[in-house]
């Protein structure tokens, strides 16, 4: 898997859409959900693709009239990728302390106020 040289807000729409459908979902479920039209979410997901964050197949059986449907979903390292891009305050690493010192207005139990 590649890492995305560009990150648009478009295409955190499009992760934010994938992370929410853990299994496949259909390019016109993703451009309704992300509210962005065809013209930026299929040039998106063959972006994806081609980086190794997502898969896709077609839809085997046509027992439904209409186009077949191309199902794509996120590979596990692109899921963990993509919340990193959607939502990094998330995974970020906690924050370590630093020592505390005595204020004024917030004294340390145990130290005496001047």
């Known amino acids: 898997m590649r890492p995305l040289n560009r ?4 295409t955190r729409d499009v ?7 853990r299994e496949a979902c259909w390019g016109l479920i993703v451009i309704k959900q992300s ?3 065809p ?3 299929y ?3 063959d972006r994806l693709e081609n980086l190794g964050w997502i898969t896709s197949s077609w839809e085997e059986a046509n027992e439904r009239s ?3 449907r191309r199902y794509v979903r996120l590979t596990d390292d692109g899921a963990v990728q993509a919340a990193h891009v959607v939502h990094p305050s998330r995974s970020q690493a906690p924050r370590t302390q630093t020592a505390r010192t005595a204020s004024p207005l917030f004294p340390i139990s145990g130290s005496a106020r001047a």
């Open 15 to 21: 992760l934010d859409v994938l992370l929410e459908h």
């Open 43 to 45: 040039p998106i997901l």
């Open 7 to 10: 990150v648009t807000a478009a």
């Open 66 to 68: 209409g186009p077949r």
């Open 35 to 37: 509210g962005r039209p």
């Open 39 to 41: 013209g930026t979410v």
